[in-house]
């Protein structure tokens, strides 16, 4: 690690980020390279981003086509990338219409936003409050800082934004009651809860919450900004649910490496926002767009057939292993709990090239879609003897 770049960094940027002591200089595929020229096997695509790898030669070409085209127009004009993203949305997910923002936060926001816009439209005054749950992750805003179900993140920065209400994953009991006693607009959740440690909900819950949507006429939401774009084993983790939502939003995969993030509107909310209740500079950037059709398009049927047989390899493997306690969530978005400290783990990989990252006290695997197999055989043996005993 060069001792200038961190010199740098701990004297000019912002001190928010606990750093690991690497910088990942470049990158092909799954395999990524520190500037001396070791490699490591990439289980974290930069939390979930860099869908297809690293430097993905159609990627690559789909995005610096549009570089040197135009890269940026504003949305005070039309613009096909962002039309034909859209339309491809359309398709796939069976969405109306979609707002395209920058990042997972603003996703939220606008359906936040949009949630509170439809209540007043529809339900009349008052019906502002969105339940939560526990232990979810919604983003770094106020907003979605108090979207997000954990009083750790309401601290600090008060007031925060009101109207958010928070109930227990797989209790629906707590979400009816929370129904029946405030005048709510809608039910915003993971599904399978990232950042509060990769645990999927279970399907007779959703299921649940689907249904008191209907009954107390609330929109249900979903932050597909993690589980979004093929990380599930579905395009949509709600496609793997079988339920219809009203809102969904993505982000992080979406754009294969570059910002983009996406609110995806269906029947009851498609006409919900008008001109000028929402907007963004940098929204539907033609170049960030561009990589999205482009990944969009390879997320396919062999592409997603491919994410379960590597999920269920890396299950198979690492479930009952020696230092392993549990195997959870879904897809290629996968919560190991082992017996050691998540970091000592972690950094037993790292020591041997393999790059997993942290959720909570599981150490957490991302790995790009199309990692290859030996690849991916190779780190989960790194992974099972980080987790031995001594
Ligand atoms: C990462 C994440 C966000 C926030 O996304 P940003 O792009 O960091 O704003 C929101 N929701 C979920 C589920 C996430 O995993």
């Not at 990252?357 to 989960?380: C, D, F, S, T, Y």
Request: aromatic content about 8%.
């Amino acid at each position: 690690m060069k001792t200038e770049t961190k010199r740098q960094d701990r004297e000019f940027i912002a001190g928010t980020y606990g750093r690991f002591d690497l910088e990942l200089v470049s990158g092909k595929g799954s395999l990524v390279y520190d500037e001396n020229g070791k490699e490591y096997i990439d289980m974290q695509t930069g939390i979930a981003v860099n869908t297809l790898g690293l430097c993905d030669d159609e990627w690559v070409k789909a995005v610096t086509e549009q570089l040197t085209r135009v890269q940026h127009t504003s949305n005070l004009y039309y613009s096909s990338p962002c039309a034909t993203l859209a339309s491809l949305l359309s398709e796939r997910t069976g969405c109306k219409k979609t707002f395209f923002s920058n990042s997972g936060a603003e996703a939220n926001e606008c359906a936040i936003k949009t949630a509170r816009k439809w209540a007043l439209d529809n339900k009349g005054e008052g019906y502002y409050n969105i339940i939560t749950l526990k232990n979810s992750f919604h983003g770094r805003t106020i907003t979605t800082l108090a979207a997000t179900g954990q009083d750790v993140f309401h601290t600090t920065f008060n007031p925060f934004t009101e109207g958010f209400l928070y109930g227990e994953a797989n209790n629906i009991d707590s979400i009816k009651a929370l129904c029946k006693e405030n005048k709510c607009c809608a039910v915003m959740m993971e599904l399978v809860q990232g950042e509060g440690g990769v645990m999927a909900l279970d399907k007779s819950f959703v299921d649940g919450v689907a249904a008191l949507c209907n009954e107390y006429n609330m929109l249900l939401v979903i932050d597909e900004v993690q589980t979004g774009n093929g990380r599930s084993g579905s395009l949509y983790a709600f496609q793997h649910y079988g339920i219809a939502p009203d809102i969904v939003t993505t982000a992080k995969g979406l754009g294969g490496g570059l910002p983009i993030g996406a609110t995806m509107f269906f029947d009851k909310t498609e006409n919900t926002l008008t001109a000028g209740t929402h907007g963004s500079t940098f929204g539907g950037n033609p170049i960030a767009c561009a990589g999205a059709i482009n990944i969009l398009k390879r997320i396919d049927d062999k592409l997603l057939s491919g994410v379960k047989e590597r999920s269920e390899y890396i299950i198979k493997e690492l479930s009952g292993a020696e230092g392993i306690k549990s195997v959870s969530g879904l897809g290629l978005m996968l919560g190991i709990e082992t017996e050691k400290d998540a970091s000592s783990v972690i950094k037993y990989c790292m020591e041997n090239g393999v790059l997993p990252i942290k959720a909570k006290n599981k150490v957490r695997l991302l790995p790009a879609l199309n990692i290859p197999m030996e690849l991916l055989e190779k780190a989960v043996k790194v992974i099972k003897d980080a987790a031995k005993g001594e």
